[in-house]
C-alpha cells in the first residue's frame, strides 16, 4: 500500500502565495514520479506540475513562471510553491505518483483545498 498525504492548502488573497507538501509512505519508491494536480467545481481534474526522480520537471501552461515544484527523495516529499495565485488557480489539489510515467498516475492523495478570494 502507498499512501500519499497532503499539507499546506488554505485561503489567500490573489496575487497571495501557498505551500503545498507531501510525504509519501508504505511501499513507495522514490524512482517513481510524483505531481501535483487540482480540479475545480465543474471541471475535469488537470495536471498543474510532475517531477521525475532525477531531476525533470513539468508544469501546465498557465503556471509556468509562478508555481514551483520541488522534491526531496530522501524524504519522499514533493512540494508546489505556489505565487501570485489567481481565482483560477483555486481548487482541490492532489498529490499524485506514477509507477511508469508521469502521465499515469497510480496513487493519489486525499487532497487539500486551495481558495483564492479577496
Known amino acids: 500500500q502507498v499512501h500519499l498525504v497532503e499539507s499546506g492548502g488554505g485561503s489567500v488573497p490573489p496575487g497571495g502565495s501557498l505551500r503545498l507538501s507531501c510525504t509519501a509512505s508504505?511501499?513507495?519508491?522514490?524512482?517513481?514520479?510524483m505531481g501535483w494536480f487540482r480540479q475545480s467545481p465543474g471541471k475535469e481534474r488537470e495536471g498543474v506540475a510532475s517531477?521525475?526522480?532525477?531531476?525533470?520537471?513539468d508544469y501546465k501552461d498557465s503556471v509556468k513562471g509562478r508555481f514551483a515544484i520541488s522534491r526531496d527523495n530522501g524524504r519522499n516529499t514533493v512540494s508546489l510553491q505556489m505565487n501570485r495565485l489567481k481565482s483560477e488557480d483555486a481548487g482541490v489539489y492532489y498529490c499524485?505518483?506514477?509507477?511508469?510515467?508521469?502521465?499515469?498516475?497510480?496513487?493519489w492523495g486525499q487532497g487539500t483545498q486551495v481558495t483564492v478570494s479577496s
Open positions: 508504505g511501499k513507495f519508491d522514490s524512482s517513481w514520479c
Open positions: 517531477h521525475k526522480a532525477h531531476g525533470k520537471t
Open positions: 499524485a505518483a506514477g509507477v511508469r510515467t508521469c502521465g499515469v498516475s497510480d496513487y
